[in-house]
């Protein structure tokens, strides 16, 4: 059984910065494609950064130069380093990971709020 298991979130000023990790446990970390989503009240979840099991990584333009996803596969853990914050950053965010044999699994959130 895959878990993830995300922390890191919380209370910060607008131009501050978070750094959010996300343990995995269960599965072949290494060959897993892992992502980052996030997700308002009432909104679709949204699509935020993925790192490949290469290291090839993509952005949404929203983030794009504020945010850096990265890896540790020895520590079977994902990261997301968040810059410059702003306040509609603020929402609960969500790994990811996808292996074509496992498929897709979520962790339970951690709750960013960017606010002063």
């Known amino acids: 059984q895959v878990q993830l298991v995300e922390s890191g979130g919380g209370l910060v000023q607008p131009g501050g910065s978070l750094r959010l990790s996300c343990a995995a446990s269960g599965t072949i970390f290494s060959i897993n494609t892992m992502a980052w989503h996030r997700q308002t009240p009432g909104n679709q979840r949204e699509w935020v950064a993925t790192?490949?099991?290469?290291?090839?990584?993509d952005y949404a333009n929203s983030v794009k130069g504020r945010f850096t996803i990265s890896r540790d596969n020895a520590k079977n853990t994902v990261y997301l380093q968040m810059n410059s914050l702003k306040p509609e950053d603020t929402a609960v965010y969500y790994c990811?990971?996808?292996?074509?044999?496992?498929?897709?699994?979520w962790g339970q959130g951690t709750q960013v709020t960017v606010s002063s």
């Open positions: 790192i490949t099991s290469g290291g090839s990584t």
């Open positions: 990811n990971s996808y292996s074509p044999l496992a498929g897709h699994y």
